[in-house]
């Protein structure tokens, strides 16, 4: 019988706000559950009324991680200390390494009222957290998909059936938005030792426990799962949209102060130095 990863958490995230008051749930990141090693923090953005989104997220610092911007609905327009600028809009994606330092600022625009995406912070190494900053601005057109039986897996970081994702991680993640049917069943393998959760974000999953037990992981809930081998997860009787992540642990210390994640607490103390000096980007 092969090895199966059970599902061991789920949580439903953490309602607060970011930025200049922008709205939002805190999937991870949170006292319940603090992080999926690599994967630091992940905010849900889904928002119908202009007044809790607006205002954005003005400029403000990294260092010592990478983010992972991802739109369902909406547009944002990002600019940054180093000259890159854009618009992220519906099925784009935004892979930022902030690695030594970079200032940048994200500001919702509106589409017909609605916002609706994730933000994901994603650790790197301490060998790699004062590495040079870099943007990828990725279209959807430029997001794989395969077609799977009851559902569709777009394909954005690491390999899934063959495809290989656009983005290019330093921490190497295989990052997946699963579309599927009602009732549908869907199995993935992974790869030995990794972290895994998969954030519910429309309709719900079912999954088995280390006792052989179902249990539901409603929208919106991020599902934890353990142990090695394959996953897998069947869609409610309204289907589900799920964000899989997967990644290789680091392993080391992680020190955070706002913006800024490390491995020390002098380390934290140094980027906070630099940006009050304007040495950071």
């Known amino acids: 019988m092969s090895e199966k990863r059970t599902l061991t958490q789920v949580h439903a995230g953490m309602p607060t706000s ?11 990141g ?17 928002n119908d009324d202009p007044d809790t989104y607006m205002a954005g997220f003005p400029d403000h610092p990294h260092r010592g991680f990478e983010t992972v911007t991802i739109m ?14 854009g618009v992220l809009g519906p099925g784009d994606i935004q892979w930022m390494t902030a690695g030594k330092g970079i200032i940048h600022s994200e500001m919702p625009e509106m589409i017909e ?56 991680a330093h921490t190497p993640i295989r990052l997946l938005d699963v579309t599927l049917e009602p009732n549908a069943d869907w199995t993935a393998m992974t790869d030995t030792g990794n972290g895994l959760f998969m954030c519910v974000h429309e309709g719900s999953i079912t999954a088995a426990d280390n006792l052989g037990r179902d249990q539901q992981a409603p929208a919106p809930s991020v599902a934890v799962f353990h142990g090695e081998g394959e996953v897998s997860v069947t869609a409610g009787p309204d289907g589900a949209q799920i964000l899989y992540c997967e990644g290789r642990p680091i392993n080391e210390p992680v ?24 040495a950071l980007a």
Do not use: C
């Open 113 to 168: 009222g609605r916002l609706r995406g994730f933000q994901l912070w994603v650790n790197l190494p301490a060998a790699l957290k004062m590495t040079e900053p870099r943007y990828q601005d990725i279209p959807a057109n430029d997001v794989p998909s395969a077609h799977v039986e009851g559902g569709v897996v777009r394909v954005f970081a690491g390999e899934y059936d063959g495809i290989t994702g656009p983005a290019r």
């Open 255 to 278: 020190a955070r102060y706002g913006p800024f994640v490390m491995n020390t607490r002098r380390e934290l103390e140094q980027a906070v130095r630099d940006f009050q000096s304007g």
């Open 18 to 28: 970011d930025g200049a008051g922008v709205q939002l749930t805190r999937m991870i």
């Open 30 to 46: 949170t006292p319940s559950l603090d992080m999926v090693d690599p994967f630091l923090m992940l905010d849900r953005m889904n």
């Open 72 to 85: 369902f609905e909406g547009l944002v327009r990002h600019k940054d200390s180093v000259g890159n600028e």
